[in-house]
């Protein structure tokens, strides 16, 4: 089965346009070095929570949007290597490509495939 890394975080709104560029470039690199699938996905029903939920976990502010996002790898072998390498990829240099959000708010983690119907 496959490996699925997952992240959750806080985007500027009015910064929707130059995320999703950014996402897109990242995208073609994940894919470069071994992903099957790179999803983004932009909030427009996600509920606030008092005790739990999207917004509360990357403490979303007023002016953000919720971004739900995987990427899609054929094994967690091929996720690790392809990822050490996007790691070292110049894209991921911040002083030369700035993230377009707060990363600090990012969630994320690895998971195995166990139902995929």
């Not at 929707?16 to 932009?42: C, S």
């Not at 999207?54 to 967690?76: D, G, H, M, R, Y």
Request: charge should be negative; aromatic fraction near 12%.
């Amino acid at each position: 089965m496959s490996y699925v890394d997952g992240f959750v975080c806080a985007v500027p709104t009015d910064k929707r346009d130059e995320y999703q560029q950014h996402a897109v470039a990242a995208a073609q690199l994940f894919k470069k070095y071994g992903a099957e699938r790179v999803v983004e996905t932009w909030g427009n029903d996600v509920p606030d929570g008092e005790v739990t939920s999207f917004p509360l976990a990357v403490q979303c502010k007023q002016n953000e949007t919720v971004v739900f996002s995987w990427i899609q790898w054929p094994s967690k072998a091929a996720r690790d290597e392809g990822m050490a390498k996007f790691m070292k990829d110049p894209f991921c240099d911040p002083k030369e490509n700035p993230m377009p959000f707060d990363g600090k708010r990012l969630i994320y983690g690895g998971f195995e495939t166990i139902v995929d119907c």
